[in-house]
């Protein structure tokens, strides 16, 4: 007989409230707050302390509580009694501990993970057999196919995810017995060459060579993250490409797990066959024109009607490559980072187009974080003149006051800093969110430039914001005008000639 654990949890938040307490109810999805009691799995009483779990895969009532609570308090005694009773009437564990402190429903996000994690694994895994097999090779197998698993050092099988480390070559072998060596030392990556196989592809195929790329990007993208980390390489002129390389790496995870179940390989090879298709943007290489399909029609009004003027757009010129690698110099350039360079610039332009979609609100919850601490180092910033900026009906904005308002923005984005407490080491975090920032500024001073009347609203304050959040070292100001009240009077009139709302 199923457990109708949506019954037990109306029941146990009749129970609790029938006791007095006043209970907080969460789901176990993600950890989010419910009004519906069929749809909690966990109750929370802040006092008395305690929180009362159901637990469904392990088919479990658990029952914990602070530190301060009295297990002989009669109310408490009393709870702990019906709740064996439900235990006990559905054929389900009854579990209650002690914790030596104060519980906090934050204190459960740990499980929810768990939970969340595993339900993604089954997913990703779907049909692959769990891998086992003798101390120097493991085996996997995914309907016909076999995922063979060579490995440095004796595996240890009381230590947990042993058979997934110190690998030294993996092998998939088809129906036929065919073996093919997966190129990379990626065992995900292999997983979903074997669900390739499965379905009739080869490693040599269109769909088998695009995973073999996937593999291959990671496994440079990491090299040049080991690099830039050792080397200590990265700084303001850098870090919105750094931000963008794990961004994509983060990604390219995401989309090889996928690529493991049916659903995810099905859709792969779908949006494969739409891009060779063929929408990739195309740019002249003479005016920075983009296209998507290569034309004769751009702002130089090139005359090369072959159209040999037009290159992909994710392709790395000389002079580019050149502004990658003094981004990524130190006392001296690390040569092993040339050859990865190419590929760091397709990551950096996709991973920018990409985040522009998002931009505005990343950028607002970066601001809006009390984790957060913003703050711009020390350089000469001066503000337009409001008078000057200012234009009437008939005027239009002077170009030279327009790209000083832009190259106030240009110099906010090399100079942002942010501090967070949820950093754990070396500021990676703060690092990241500092480079959003900078990628936006950048972006709002290129639409500056170059259509100001297409500047949203929303960007707008928040670049306010931050010239805001830059001007509060300023020591001196006009007797009787607090900083705010100046700040916002020349913001507001050096747009109003945009016809944007402030």
């Given at each position: 007989m199923a457990i109708n654990y949506n019954s037990i949890a109306e029941k146990t938040m009749k129970i609790i409230q029938g006791y007095g307490f006043q209970v907080k109810m969460f789901d176990s999805s993600n950890g989010?707050?419910?009004?519906?009691p069929s749809e909690a799995r966990y109750f929370y009483v802040e006092d008395p302390n305690l929180m009362v779990h159901l637990q469904d895969d392990s088919e479990e009532i658990k029952l914990h509580l602070g530190e301060t609570t009295d297990i002989d308090d009669e109310r408490i005694s009393r709870l702990i009694k019906t709740m064996r009773t439900i235990a006990r009437t559905n054929m389900i564990d009854f579990d209650i501990r002690t914790f030596g402190k104060h519980i906090e429903p934050k204190n459960y996000a740990y499980e929810i993970e768990k939970n969340k994690e595993q339900t993604m694994s089954d997913v990703f895994n779907e049909g692959l057999s769990p891998l086992s097999g003798s101390s120097r090779t493991s085996r996997q197998t995914l309907e016909n196919v076999k995922l063979i698993v060579k490995h440095r050092n004796p595996v240890n099988e009381e230590q947990r995810g042993s058979r997934s480390r110190n690998i030294s070559a993996i092998f998939i072998e088809n129906a036929d017995g065919e073996r093919f060596k997966y190129p990379h030392k990626h065992l995900n990556g292999a997983r979903a060459m074997a669900r390739h196989v499965a379905h009739g592809g080869v490693p040599s195929d269109m769909v088998g060579e695009a995973i073999v790329e996937h593999s291959t990007n990671l496994s440079k993208l990491k090299e040049f993250m080991n690099v830039v980390n050792k080397q200590g390489l990265v700084n303001e002129s850098n870090r919105s490409i750094v931000a963008n390389v794990k961004q994509k790496m983060e990604s390219i995870k995401e989309s090889i797990k996928r690529i493991q179940g049916t659903k995810g390989y099905t859709s792969f090879v779908e949006s494969l066959a739409l891009n060779e298709a063929g929408n990739e943007k195309m740019v002249c290489k003479d005016c920075g024109d983009e296209q998507h399909k290569p034309t004769t029609d751009c702002k130089h009004d090139?005359?090369?009607?072959?159209?040999?003027?037009?290159?992909?757009?994710?392709?790395?010129?000389e002079e580019a490559l050149g502004e990658y690698v003094s981004k990524f110099?130190?006392?001296?350039?690390?040569?092993?980072?040339?050859?990865?360079?190419?590929l760091v610039h397709r990551v950096n332009e996709e991973e920018s187009e990409n985040n522009r979609a998002v931009q505005t609100q990343r950028v607002a919850s970066i601001i809006e974080s009390e984790t957060n601490t913003i703050s711009f180092r020390q350089k000469s910033v001066e503000a337009v003149e409001v008078g000057a900026v200012k234009k009437t009906d008939e005027e239009v904005l002077p170009e030279s006051k327009l790209e000083t308002m832009a190259q106030q923005f240009n110099d906010l984005a090399e100079t942002v800093d942010v501090d967070t407490?949820?950093?754990?080491?070396?500021?990676?975090?703060?690092h990241d969110r500092a480079a959003q920032l900078s990628s936006f500024l950048n972006n709002f001073a290129t639409s500056m430039r170059n259509d100001p009347q297409s500047l949203d609203e929303q960007d707008v304050k928040l670049a306010g914001q931050l010239l805001k959040l830059s001007k509060q070292t300023v020591e001196h100001v006009e007797e009787n005008t607090t900083l705010d009240e100046k700040f916002d009077a020349m913001l507001g009139e050096a747009f109003a000639g945009f016809d944007i709302p402030v």
């Open positions: 989010k707050s419910v009004a519906d090139c005359d090369d009607e072959s159209g040999s003027h037009w290159v992909k757009k994710s392709e790395l010129s110099t130190k006392s001296t350039f690390e040569e092993s980072l040339k050859d990865i360079l190419p407490t949820e950093d754990t080491r070396r500021k990676n975090k703060g």
